[in-house]
């Protein structure tokens, strides 16, 4: 079993960078790939990102990659998404999940564990 809080997301300008954090409560946190997705007002989820649980691969959405990176410190149960040059678009709940370390994948299914989510919004 996992449990995975996301640290908090706020208010940010346009064009501004965002890092979120998600710890991690298991023992064998080197057992999971980790994972950011987001979900914006009326619209499904979405993959943002993932990193392999030795964070020797990575993985990005098309229309997020050169602004978005993730990694991971396996000491303190961490997975960190930075995001540069915010637009309101990214205004979103983004999701920190784990799946067992297997292949990468970008399929909300394949990860029985969620974090709550942490509001996100861009301004103009």
């Known amino acids: 079993q996992v449990q995975l809080v996301e640290s908090a997301g706020g208010l940010v300008q346009a064009g501004d960078s965002l890092s979120l954090t998600c710890t991690a409560s298991t023992r064998t946190f080197t057992d999971y790939n980790m994972a950011w997705f987001r979900q914006s007002a009326g619209m499904e989820r979405e993959f943002v990102a993932v990193?392999?649980?030795?964070?020797?691969?990575?993985g990005y959405a098309h229309s997020l990659k050169g602004r978005t990176t993730i990694s991971r410190d396996n000491a303190k149960n961490t997975v960190t998404l930075l995001m540069t040059n915010l637009t309101p678009e990214d205004t979103a709940v983004y999701y920190c999940a784990a799946a067992p370390k297997g292949f990468l994948t970008q399929n909300m299914g394949d990860y029985p564990y969620w974090g709550q989510g942490t509001q996100v919004t861009v301004s103009s």
């Open positions: 990193i392999s649980w030795s964070a020797g691969s990575t």
